[in-house]
């Protein structure tokens, strides 16, 4: 796979997961908490699909460090610390303003 296509890919996934978040957000504040976790558990598997297509990229920063911060960030949205905090392992956060974040 090219890395215009992985880029292309991770794109699409990011907007999925995106569209997903904005979502669960109105179902949270309707106070549909359990469909609200529901819907962030699945923006956060787009969004780790999307921050994985650049997990060797260092390259690509901080384009990398932001997905897999966003990923980190839809997971705890969704009720999962371990697999957010897998997300802050893997990625090893470079830029330092999206570290502190």
Request: no cysteine; proline share 2%.
């Amino acid at each position: 796979m090219s890395d215009e296509s992985d880029e292309s890919d991770a794109t699409k996934l990011h907007k999925q997961a995106m569209d997903i978040a904005e979502e669960a957000y109105i179902e949270q504040i309707k106070g549909s908490l359990d469909r609200a976790k529901e819907l962030y558990a699945a923006a956060y598997e787009a969004e780790r699909k999307a921050a994985m297509e650049f997990e060797s990229r260092h390259d690509m920063e901080p384009t990398r460090s932001v997905l897999f911060r966003s990923a980190a960030s839809l997971a705890l949205a969704s009720g999962d610390v371990k697999s957010a905090k897998e997300m802050i392992a893997i990625k090893n956060f470079r830029p330092k303003g999206v570290r502190n974040e």
